[in-house]
């Protein structure tokens, strides 16, 4: 019985590594996508969420089809599935492109780290407990971090424009909030058929936006490979890659590792960010930006030392 607890444990591990790697690929072929396009933020999400959703409904119906259904057919699950996937995996998703728009996939990744302070924030207010020590030095290295990025350490400055850091932190948040949310619905039904649904639906909000927004032509055109071949290739490596695989291994590793070790894991996401970025789109970093990205790792290994202390 142990056995099989540690190799689950070393499955959920993986599983989070994994799904934030893939992640990494997928901010830098958004900005590659900003580059060579003239996609928006909302259009991208769009066909992405939408794109992962039919695999997702697919695997699902294929490996968990009863799972499924009494999901759907649970009246009291059915809200929770919509904030889930409209103010959670969509959010989050839109609000990343965002701040790669006004940023880059390194520096955008960065940022949505410091979700890992926001879910210490809250376990430590639900624990009714004080931050520890090193929990303290934890918090310190990621403001150093956002700090050496926004800055490049000249506080009369500022070389991250305004917006990106917004979006960045905002990315955090919906990060930190659709890792703990689920937890509920994952314990009761799994990661997958979840996962499924809750891609289907911030799919289906982004559509509604796009037809608000009067961005339903520029979403008809995409699908109809107006893109070009490079840019259709790069948004599929990005749906099938950057969303359903990214999504359905690090949803399915928090299910089994819990949130506080998925943001932990987490920081796989911008290394592979900033060094894919780096290589592939030569996007320039300065000594700063990678202070500031070493500094987000180890706060990530602090808390992953304190988490080990209990």
Same mark, same amino acid.
């Given at each position: 019985?142990?056995?099989?607890?540690?190799?689950?444990?070393?499955?959920?591990?993986?599983?989070?590594?994994?799904?934030?790697?893939?992640?990494?690929?997928? /901010?830098?072929?958004?900005?590659?996508?900003?580059?060579?396009?003239?996609?928006?933020?909302?259009?991208?999400?769009?066909?992405?969420?939408?794109?992962?959703?039919?695999?997702?409904?697919?695997?699902?119906?294929?490996?968990?089809?009863?799972?499924?259904?009494?999901?759907?057919?649970?009246?009291?699950?059915?809200?929770?599935?919509?904030?889930?996937?409209?103010?959670?995996?969509?959010?989050?998703?839109?609000?990343?492109?965002?701040?790669?728009?006004?940023?880059?996939?390194?520096?955008?990744?960065?940022?949505?780290?410091?979700?890992?302070?926001?879910?210490?924030?809250?376990?430590?207010?639900?624990?009714?407990?004080?931050?520890?020590?090193?929990?303290?030095?934890?918090?310190?290295?990621?403001?150093?971090?956002?700090?050496? *990025?926004?800055?490049?350490?000249?506080?009369?400055?500022?070389?991250? #424009?305004?917006?990106?850091?917004?979006?960045? *932190?905002?990315?955090?948040?919906?990060?930190?909030?659709?890792?703990?949310?689920?937890?509920?619905?994952?314990?009761?039904?799994?990661?997958?058929?979840?996962?499924?649904?809750?891609?289907?639906?911030?799919?289906?909000?982004?559509?509604?936006?796009?037809?608000?927004?009067?961005?339903?032509?520029?979403?008809?055109?995409?699908?109809?490979?107006?893109?070009?071949?490079? /840019?259709?290739?790069?948004?599929?490596?990005?749906?099938?890659?950057?969303?359903?695989?990214?999504?359905?291994?690090?949803?399915?590793?928090?299910?089994?590792?819990?949130?506080?070790?998925?943001?932990?894991?987490?920081?796989?996401? #911008?290394?592979?960010?900033?060094?894919?970025?780096?290589?592939?789109?030569?996007?320039?970093?300065? #000594?700063?930006?990678?202070?500031?990205?070493?500094?987000?790792?180890?706060? *990530?290994?602090?808390?992953?030392?304190?988490?080990?202390?209990?």
């Amino acid at each position: 019985m142990e056995k099989d607890g540690h190799n689950r444990s070393l499955e959920g591990v993986l599983a989070t590594l994994a799904g934030a790697s893939a992640w990494g690929l997928s /901010g830098t072929c958004v900005q590659f996508l900003f580059s060579q396009t003239s996609l928006n933020p909302l259009v991208i999400t769009t066909l992405r969420q939408l794109g992962a959703a039919i695999p997702f409904l697919l695997l699902s119906l294929a490996t968990q089809r009863e799972a499924l259904k009494g999901l759907l057919s649970c009246r009291e699950t059915r809200l929770r599935l919509l904030i889930f996937g409209s103010f959670g995996l969509f959010l989050n998703s839109m609000l990343y492109s965002t701040a790669i728009a006004y940023t880059n996939a390194g520096t955008a990744t960065v940022l949505q780290s410091l979700s890992i302070v926001f879910v210490l924030a809250i376990i430590c207010t639900q624990g009714h407990r004080k931050p520890r020590s090193l929990e303290l030095v934890a918090l310190a290295c990621a403001l150093a971090a956002v700090f050496l *990025i926004a800055t490049h350490a000249d506080p009369s400055s500022l070389y991250l #424009p305004p917006l990106g850091l917004a979006f960045g *932190i905002a990315t955090a948040a919906a990060a930190t909030f659709y890792t703990m949310y689920p937890k509920p619905l994952f314990e009761r039904w799994g990661s997958l058929p979840v996962t499924s649904i809750g891609m289907l639906t911030g799919g289906l909000t982004g559509l509604v936006g796009c037809l608000a927004t009067d961005n339903l032509p520029t979403l008809t055109s995409c699908m109809s490979g107006a893109m070009g071949t490079s /840019g259709l290739l790069v948004l599929l490596i990005s749906t099938l890659i950057g969303t359903f695989a990214a999504y359905g291994l690090y949803l399915h590793g928090i299910s089994i590792v819990g949130p506080l070790w998925g943001n932990m894991l987490g920081a796989a996401e #911008p290394v592979s960010a900033t060094v894919i970025s780096a290589i592939w789109l030569h996007t320039s970093f300065s #000594p700063s930006d990678w202070a500031g990205l070493a500094l987000m790792v180890v706060t *990530i290994v602090l808390v992953s030392l304190q988490s080990e202390r209990g």
